[in-house]
């Protein structure tokens, strides 16, 4: 079975960047067209940003121009680069395939955006 190790959050200043990063054991993993999610305390899971098994990539509107996502297959690794951050991204990060019923999920990686 398919596991997902997210990695790379933490504190960062309005404006700042982070790269978040998404490992996956198992090979099947290249296959599946891969999103990032995320949830803020009290708010419900969302999907920000997703790119399929050949690269072709689409955004939520509240993060489009300045996120940018993107994979390895070679490494079973997808990645998120986020530019720009503000107080609103702040949130636990998750990565899951886009399929009805996702893989079981990670633990996620906090992201929080304060001055």
């Known amino acids: 079975q398919v596991q997902l190790v997210e990695s790379g959050g933490g504190l960062v200043q309005p404006g700042g960047s982070l790269r978040l990063s998404c490992a996956a054991s198992?090979?099947?993993?290249?296959?599946?067209?891969i999103g990032w999610y995320r949830q803020a305390p009290g708010k419900q899971r969302e999907l920000v940003a997703s790119?399929?098994?050949?690269?072709?990539?689409n955004y939520a509107d509240s993060v489009k121009g300045r996120f940018t996502i993107s994979r390895d297959n070679a490494k079973n690794t997808v990645y998120l680069q986020m530019n720009s951050l503000k107080p609103d991204d702040t949130a636990v990060y998750y990565c899951?395939?886009?399929?009805?019923?996702?893989?079981?999920w990670g633990q996620g990686t906090q992201v929080t955006v304060s001055s």
């Open positions: 198992g090979s099947i993993f290249r296959l599946y067209a």
């Open positions: 790119i399929t098994s050949s690269g072709s990539t």
């Open positions: 899951n395939a886009v399929l009805p019923h996702p893989l079981p």
